[in-house]
């Protein structure tokens, strides 16, 4: 028999706001199935696999800028969230785990599918909770309603993550034939008050930044934020401002080639361009190369600037965290006290250097690009310059998010996602299908060959992906491996860094009825492009084959040409 309490769980989750629930199926969670499936106010989706059940999650609640419930069975299946609830907690994204459990008298016992669910996923989540199994006495019913509603308040405040909910269920699962069965009207609903809070800051940090005539703004991993860029233009003249391509900022005179020109600079460089203060917004940098010169030549004051006060330091320079968000941070120091004409000029020239090393570097990379072989950067480079404005682009990590960053040219209202958490390459298929499911924009991804293959189960459900369109890089391998120091010379390249294949994405394209274009040079790669462009009418893959000894040479041509 269905026992009331727990049928009114997705009752309890939607008037929390929760709308998207991906269900992977079970017999032990067939009583949460059964709630979500019977709501009309839940939005159901079933992925067998769990682990690309997790990042399909992962890409709603990242697209959605909501939570988003993942709810499996007991025993491994649980253990196959993992990836995706760590990449959920380093990025910051809501996903609320519900897992199905065997009463916990029979842990340890032997019985099947039985496993120790309780703190699986503790290093990787806000919290955990576990609820009463079969709950009929009203202390029991409290106690469910209760930590259902503390584990969704606290996915979303002070700051977002994901938790986990482990319910270990006792037999009978389904309801009686003759049971008839409702939500109840009115379960008990937690909501936290928000509270106005004080974020002004004080006198004297405002006075040191105004002090500071090389100051350096930082943007990592962000949103698309109209209202950050409009004040990074009014404070533009004060100060230099440098974006990864995953930092989604338009700011006009931001540094973005800063990864190619840090590369081995000399010393009277580096010089020129350190910083006295240094500002960090965001989540984490892709460039390795403004890491290392940041740590190099640490500046006096390092600031990271955040809502909820995390104390990250990347740099191993950090000297304050301000708990206020970017823009109430910017909002203050807008009105700058005057400076004597030599403050003025230190910080005009400070900016002018930065701007010169990269405005120089784009018009040697522009003009080595209209002249090397098609190869895998070259070609990135036509992918990028053919994405329509108002895309959605999905980089997957290796190759193609540094290639992007490298590259930086993409047309007006695209917004990036990559998977910067954690930076693997699971899951990468999985997450931009969770894009592609929560909105109705063109979401593209752009892919290497052993991060499209490793997650091909992120296709295997019935739902329409008509406006995905996929383009993976097949160099036949890890291709990473042979552009980066070390592994490129040894003689256990091929076998054990690259993983060489010979397989294809024709025959995936094939069997989950994808549009496919195979191509092999930049006249082939044109036509494809403008072909998955034409329509939204079904997902489209373009498979862009490479030479790796031609991606290698080409590489290599790009780094001499911008030094």
């Known amino acids: 028999m269905m026992n009331q309490t727990v049928y009114d769980t997705s009752e309890v989750l939607a008037l929390k706001g929760i709308r998207h629930v991906v269900l992977s199926p079970g017999s032990r969670n067939a009583p949460l199935t059964i709630s979500f499936a019977r709501n009309s106010k839940i939005k159901t989706y079933n992925i067998v696999d769990e682990r690309s059940a997790g990042f399909i999650a992962l890409g709603m609640a990242q697209k959605l800028k909501e939570p988003v419930v993942i709810c499996c069975t ?18 910051e994204i809501p996903l609320i785990v519900m897992s199905a459990d065997r009463p916990p008298e029979w842990i340890g016992q032997r019985d099947g599918q039985t496993i120790d669910q309780l703190g699986a996923l503790s290093n990787f989540v806000k919290g955990t909770f576990q609820l ?35 319910i270990p269920f006792k037999e009978p699962f389904y309801p009686l034939p003759e049971q008839s069965l409702e939500f109840s009207s009115n379960p008990k609903i937690i909501a936290p008050i928000a509270t106005k809070t004080s974020r002004e800051l004080q006198p004297e940090t405002i006075a040191k930044w105004h002090q500071a005539s090389r100051k350096l703004i930082v943007i990592g991993q962000h949103d698309l934020d109209q209202e950050l860029d409009e004040l990074l233009e009014a404070v533009g003249d004060q100060t230099v401002v440098v974006t990864d391509v995953i930092s989604n900022s338009t700011y006009s005179s931001a540094i973005r080639h800063h990864d190619l020109f840090l590369a081995g600079i000399d010393q009277r460089l580096a010089d020129s361009l350190r910083p006295e203060l240094v500002l960090t917004i965001g989540k984490s940098v892709i460039s390795k190369n403004l890491k290392l010169f940041l740590r190099n030549n ?20 950090l000297t304050g965290v301000i708990n206020a968000d970017s823009r109430g941070f910017l909002r203050q120091v807008i009105d700058r006290p005057d400076k004597s004409d030599f403050d003025q000029q230190i ?11 990269d405005d120089t570097t784009n018009r040697k990379l522009n003009k080595a690009l209209s002249v090397l072989d098609w190869a895998e950067f070259t070609a990135f480079d036509q992918v990028l310059k053919a994405i329509p404005e108002g895309s959605d682009i999905h980089l997957a990590n290796s190759m193609p998010v540094r290639f992007a960053n490298f590259i930086q ?20 298929n999985g997450t931009a299908v969770g894009h592609a499911l929560s909105t109705d924009r063109p979401t593209y991804l752009l892919t290497g060959d052993l991060s499209f293959f490793y997650d091909r189960n992120a296709f295997f459900h019935p739902f329409p992906l008509d406006n995905l369109k996929i383009i993976v890089f097949n160099n036949y391998g890890g291709g990473i491996f042979r552009l980066i120091n070390g592994p490129g010379s040894l003689p256990e390249l091929e076998q054990h860094f690259e993983i060489r294949h010979s397989h294809t994405a024709k025959f995936t394209a094939l069997e989950y009825d994808f549009d496919y274009h195979g191509v092999k040079d930049k006249e082939g790669l044109e036509k494809a492009l403008l072909a998955i ?31």
């Open 409 to 428: 040219q993409l047309k007006p209202n695209c917004e990036v996602f990559c998977n910067r958490g954690t930076s693997g390459i699971d899951g990468t």
């Open 132 to 166: 009463p199994s079969s709950p009929e006495h009203q202390d029991e019913r409290w106690e469910y309603i209760r930590k259902l509603n503390d584990a969704v308040n606290l996915a979303r405040f002070p700051k977002v993550g994901p938790v986990h909910i482990n």
């Open 74 to 91: 007991s025993g491994t299946s649980l253990l196959n969230y993992a990836p995706a609830v760590a990449e959920a907690y380093y990025q």
């Open 347 to 357: 910080a005009s020239n400070f900016i002018q250097n930065w701007k010169l090393a």
């Open 298 to 317: 640490p500046a006096t004051e390092l600031w990271h600037v955040c809502s909820h006060g995390d104390q990250m330091d990347t740099y191993q320079a």
């Open 533 to 563: 462009s034409k329509d939204h009418k079904s997902p489209k893959l373009i498979e862009v084959f490479t030479d790796p000894a031609t991606n290698l040479d080409v590489f290599k041509a790009v780094k001499v040409a911008v030094k």
